[in-house]
């Protein structure tokens, strides 16, 4: 059988002014993928993800969400029709707690996120729920800390926590492990391993051993325009690749 | 839902730690009890202890929108207003013997009036920047203004509102000369929209606004309907204020154009800065120092408080690490690291 | 119907002069100043003061108010206004309504709250007929003072080197600074010849409007319906909008008087929930 296609775009396109940011783009994301997206810088990843999960609404073309047409819906539409990102710098809420901001996200899945009588804390599923979750991505020790005060690594770790949170069937994470030390990256790409397997997956990425580690199939992106398709060993392979990666990175296998 | 019988240690503490939060502190129990004992402790002056209450109920409705959602805006005062006049038109309709005269009546009437239109312009606060907001709902307030001091034959033009005749709280108490009456029902209004409203802010409603105000990108990327909760708050806080415009035209039986004028805008904002945004006890503290200093200070001559006032603006702005909001967001944050009720 | 429109127009050009100093701020530093109308009220009342304690004829009070209000525009910028440029739209309102609560207290304290009355000289005062309309002289003056103000306005925008570093300084700071323009330096002056403005504005005002300790409250939203309707990007917008606004207020206080105070505030919120940068702004990408 052929798997449930999730998510999809067909000829989409997004210009601003002059500059074509996307460039007909026909994508399709099968239940299950581990999906990366590459490009050299400024091919217009982080506008097709902006594209995908309404940030940004297309000239044209269509968006396909589990086969519901959402070209025109916003993202937060989006998000509650089950598709979760994560964005490249962090976009957390400084001045709550992780707990807090696990709640939140999980009050507003379950469409009880404006339920003003009864205090944060009352429905003792999400709680449970919050807590096995951080306690999955290994940051339980800073549950109750101000996500302001927290190290980046901590705060990546959320981000991702976050999305998760949202119990998605599409999962966007771009970048998952930039601007993360070192030391800290190892967590991350532990998450990524770990995430469940009937959760649609695209991983933006520039370093190429997560591209390799992950991904099941690799789109690369070249002028806002799909430049090949494929699994990892024919990207490794193709010349065409390596000289649109020229003087960028090495792509090893 | 989680398929384990009892829960993990973590999942207990973590309970703990966000129940604690909205439990009453110490510190709490004993200010309402003290502002209570008010009656007892300033017998002579019970009048302006209820003009303190009610202008800390208008400056607990702007820390909701301003503290809480982060809704900049300059127009809370004409909100204020509208409840004065509509509680007021009423009273005086009602000639203190009909339901119209009614005072817990009258305060849905100001409430109401001043919900509808917060509601009819909360669109306005939805789009735009900081600055088209407060353009915006300055201007808002200014047509207010206009609008109420021109249906003189409404009321009463520049002349105010005469013949303002609220009826006997509940049927059973009547306002008295010394205020006593009029202290105790701006008391116990306050204190029962504040606990609303403590509820509100500690509930899952209070965490998304302070969300939003954080950052509203990612609350809409988790499926937040952000418009809906900030129409939600900021109708909550025009019905607030317009309470509490009902309370004052009750309390002085009338109603003057200037409960309408700018000032009242700009006067809830300060006494907020001055007690400190988003804490809800801020509103309160701030009325009393403000209410307290104009007191004391226009006392000598009217302009010589407003001097001050610019003054005590202009050197907060300055003075104080990153703005007035900088200084609130510091003392906030050594509040809850001595642990305090917040 | 002639008289009201001159009328009208005369206002306008009037309120422009007021607030074209504001429209640059704004579009410069971004910067919100509601005290703007307290040098237009420093002009006012030092032209009032000087023509009645002092006798100085009215003509030259004119550009004593305007170098009045220019200093004190310098003085108050280099001290206090610079040091909000970075802080909040929040903190900056509530900067300004702290210094205009200054000002109202120590004018009210200093002349008393009842309105002023200055008598114009002789040759400035009286109607004639044009056009089988009367007008007024006072205003056929206010509009040519104004009018060659905005005419030179507009040459030194365009021709001079300064304008043309103010323009680049309005239209992007980060890129203007990058490129050497010393944006401080050219905020300072142009907010001096902003307040100055303001104040010859105040000067010139003494003879159309009243004027009491409370006049930069009262006309803070005029300013603020040029700026929104006008935009900040240029000045023909803000002119325009002005224009617009005198007319519109003269028209609708004569025809209309029960709604002729709000049509305008109407205006200005709906032009700013429709097009949040003006109706004249070119379409900024800001």
């Excluded at chain 1, 059988?1 to 000829?11: A, K, Q, T, Y």
């Excluded at chain 1, 944060?120 to 096995?132: K, W």
């Excluded at chain 2, 203004?145 to 005749?165: H, P, R």
């Excluded at chain 3, 935009?231 to 206080?253: E, M, N, Q, R, S």
Aim: hydrophobic content about 55%; proline content about 3%.
């Amino acid at each position: 059988m052929n798997p449930r296609i999730l998510l999809e775009s067909r000829d989409l396109v997004k210009r601003f002014g002059g500059i074509t940011a996307t460039d007909h783009v026909t994508f399709s994301l099968p239940e299950g993928a581990r999906h990366a997206l590459i490009g050299p810088n400024g091919a217009g990843k982080t506008t097709f993800i902006n594209l995908l999960s309404g940030v940004l609404t297309p000239t044209s073309g269509e968006i396909f969400l589990d086969g519901v047409n959402v070209t025109h819906w916003s993202a937060r539409k989006r998000a509650h029709a089950g598709l979760a990102r994560t964005f490249q710098i962090n976009q957390l809420f400084a001045d709550l707690t992780p707990i807090e901001t696990l709640m939140l996200t999980i009050a507003e899945r379950e469409n009880a996120g404006a339920a003003w009588w009864r205090p944060v804390g009352a429905r003792t599923d999400f709680v449970d729920e919050a807590v096995a979750l951080l306690a999955q991505l290994g940051i339980s020790d800073i549950a109750h800390h101000r996500v302001g005060e927290l190290a980046y690594g901590k705060q990546r770790l959320l981000e991702i926590a976050v999305a998760l949170a949202q119990k998605p069937k599409v999962l966007l994470l771009d970048e998952p492990a930039a601007g993360v030390p070192e030391h800290e990256r190892e967590q991350i790409l532990d998450v990524v391993a770990a995430l469940p397997k009937d959760v649609a997956l695209i991983l933006i990425e520039h370093d190429m051993h997560l591209v390799f580690r992950f991904a099941k199939s690799i789109s690369v992106l070249v002028n806002g325009g799909l430049f090949v398709e494929g699994t990892p060993e024919e990207i490794a392979n193709d010349p065409r690749v390596r000289q649109v990666y020229l003087g960028e990175e090495e792509v090893h296998v | 839902m989680s398929n384990i019988t009892s829960p993990s240690p973590e999942a207990i503490r973590a309970r703990a730690v966000l129940l604690g939060r909205s439990r009453w502190g110490v510190a709490e129990i004993i200010f309402w009890v003290l502002a209570f004992a008010c009656y007892w402790l300033f017998p002579t002056k019970l009048s302006l202890l209820s003009e303190i209450a009610i202008l800390g109920l208008v400056a607990l409705s702007v820390d909701l929108v301003l503290g809480y959602a982060g809704i900049v805006t300059l127009g809370q005062g004409a909100f204020f207003g509208i409840g004065a006049y509509a509680a007021g038109i009423a009273a005086k309709h009602g000639m203190g013997t009909t339901l119209w005269s009614d005072p817990v009546i009258g305060l849905f009437i100001g409430g109401g009036a001043a919900a509808v239109i917060g509601f009819a312009t909360s669109f306005l606060v939805l789009r735009g920047s900081d600055m088209t907001r407060l353009m915006v709902t300055l201007g808002v307030a200014l047509i207010v203004d206009e609008v109420v001091n021109q249906m003189k034959w409404l009321t009463g033009g520049s002349d105010g509102l005469q013949g303002v005749l609220p009826s006997a709280v509940l049927g059973i108490w009547e306002f008295d000369l010394f205020g006593r009456v009029a202290f105790v029902y701006s008391m116990v209004v306050l204190f029962v929209l504040f606990v609303i409203a403590r509820a509100l802010v500690k509930s899952p409603f209070g965490l998304s606004l302070q969300a939003i105000k954080g950052n509203m990108l990612r609350t809409r990327a988790i499926g937040m309907p952000v418009n809906a909760r900030l129409v939600a708050v900021y109708t909550v806080a025009a019905f607030y204020a317009g309470v509490a415009g009902a309370l004052a035209a009750q309390t002085t039986q009338f109603a003057s154009p200037d409960y309408v004028a700018f000032h009242r805008s700009a006067d809830a904002m300060l006494m907020l800065v001055f007690g400190g945004a988003g804490h809800l006890y801020g509103g309160l503290l701030g009325s009393i120092i403000f209410r307290t200093m104009q007191d004391v200070l226009g006392n000598i001559t009217p302009q010589y408080w407003q001097f001050w006032l610019g003054v005590t603006l202009v050197a907060l702005v300055l003075f104080v690490r990153g703005g007035i909001l900088g200084l609130l967001d510091n003392m906030l944050a050594a509040w809850r690291r001595k642990g305090g009720a917040s | 119907m002639l008289t009201i429109l001159l009328d009208g127009i005369a206002y306008g050009m009037l309120l422009f002069i007021l607030a074209v100093g504001l429209c640059v701020t704004l579009g410069l530093m971004n910067f919100i100043n509601l005290a703007h109308g307290t040098f237009a009220m420093a002009g006012g009342y030092l032209t009032i003061t000087l023509m009645q304690k002092a006798g100085v004829p009215f003509l030259l009070c004119l550009p004593a108010a305007f170098i009045f209000a220019a200093v004190l525009g310098l003085v108050l910028e280099r001290t206090l206004y610079r040091h909000l440029y970075d802080k909040t739209h929040l903190d900056q309102v509530l900067f300004s309504i702290g210094l205009v609560f200054i000002s109202i207290a120590m004018v009210d304290y200093a002349y008393g709250a009842n309105q002023q009355i200055v008598n114009l000289p002789e040759y400035l005062t009286g109607r004639f007929s044009f056009l089988g309309a009367s007008i007024g002289v006072y205003r056929v003056f206010v509009i040519a003072i104004c009018g060659l103000l905005v005419v030179s306005l507009q040459l030194v925008l365009t021709m001079t080197r300064f304008g043309s570093r103010l323009r680049a300084a309005v239209d992007d700071g980060r890129v203007a600074r990058g490129m050497g323009i010393d944006v401080t330096r050219i905020f300072a002056v142009t907010f001096a010849v902003g307040s100055g403005l303001a104040g010859l504005g105040g000067a010139l005002g003494t003879g159309i409007i009243s004027f009491d300790p409370t006049f930069p409250l009262k006309y803070m939203i005029y300013f603020l319906i040029v700026i929104s309707v006008g935009g900040t990007t240029t000045i023909t917008g803000p002119f325009l909008a002005a224009i617009l606004l005198g007319v519109a207020d003269v028209a609708g206080k004569y025809y209309v008087p029960a709604v002729g105070g709000f049509i305008i505030y109407t205006i200005m919120v709906v032009v700013l929930i429709v097009r949040p940068q003006g109706l004249f702004a070119r379409a900024a990408a800001k």
